[in-house]
């Protein structure tokens, strides 16, 4: 069965660099969410889409952004990129009807190096 | 806000033993809690949900509000059941916090033969 789809799956920038991570939702689901997990921490929640708009928001930085296209894929565009980004960032998605099941389906996630 | 602590960030034990992985949380609404697992190499993925009350891989969770626990058990722990597991909370069930988890810091399950 088709999954979440993430890519790259690992990415090494610079400092003030900018970097762009993908997320494709399994085919059908119409939400989106972006979490970040640094080392030795818990996913941290940055923002959901759901039917292309913004449907919630949590700890993402001013310097971060995201949108969720017309085919339903996501983008999360981080600018400025500072050494404590360095994280792996993970997507899921679901059917926004299910959403009050908790249940996501994650991608295996992008990791972020910021050097 | 709403938090969610895993107080055991490693937990070992022989196969065949039995198992608890402690969650507690704290949220002033009526939560809905899960538990999550992540096997080696493997991605995040829902091991169990308290509102279905089932029991998965012979994993059960009780959701208990007096103790505002969500503690995972199983009486006979298995090699494969090695992983890292996440407890999950999601505020506003039923309202509109769309998937918003706030998760745990973890634990990794070791099951030694």
């Known amino acids: 069965a088709a999954g979440v789809i993430q890519s790259p799956r690992h990415l090494i920038k610079e400092k003030r660099e900018t970097a762009t991570l993908k997320c494709y939702p399994i085919?059908?689901?119409?939400?989106v969410y972006w979490y970040q997990q640094g080392p030795g921490q818990d996913p941290q929640f940055l923002i959901s889409?759901?039917?292309?708009?913004?449907?919630d928001k949590g700890s993402i930085p001013d310097r971060f952004s995201a949108q969720q296209f017309s085919d339903y894929h996501s983008e999360l565009n981080m600018s400025s990129l500072e050494l404590g980004d360095s994280a792996l960032y993970f997507c899921?998605?679901?059917?926004?009807?299910?959403?009050?099941?908790?249940?996501?389906?994650f991608g295996e996630g992008s990791r972020l190096t910021v050097l | 806000a709403q938090r969610v602590t895993q107080p055991e960030k490693l937990l070992s034990v022989f196969k065949g033993a039995p198992v608890e992985l402690k969650c507690n949380y704290s949220?002033?609404?009526?939560?809905?809690l899960f538990w999550y697992v992540q096997y080696s190499r493997q991605r995040l993925q829902l091991l169990l949900r308290?509102?279905s009350r089932e029991s998965i891989k012979g994993f059960t969770a009780d959701l208990n509000k007096g103790e505002t626990s969500f503690h995972l058990k199983k009486p006979f722990a298995q090699e494969e059941d090695s992983a890292m597991y996440y407890c999950?909370?999601?505020?506003?069930?039923?309202?509109?916090?769309?998937?918003?988890?706030?998760f745990g810091q973890g634990t990794i399950l070791t099951v030694h033969p």
């Open positions: 899921a998605s679901s059917l926004a009807r299910w959403t009050n099941t908790g249940e996501l389906f």
């Open positions: 085919p059908r689901h119409d939400t």
């Open positions: 889409f759901y039917e292309k708009m913004q449907s």
């Open positions: 949220y002033s609404g009526s939560p809905e």
């Open positions: 308290h509102i």
């Open positions: 999950a909370l999601l505020a506003n069930a039923g309202g509109t916090s769309y998937g918003k988890l706030t």
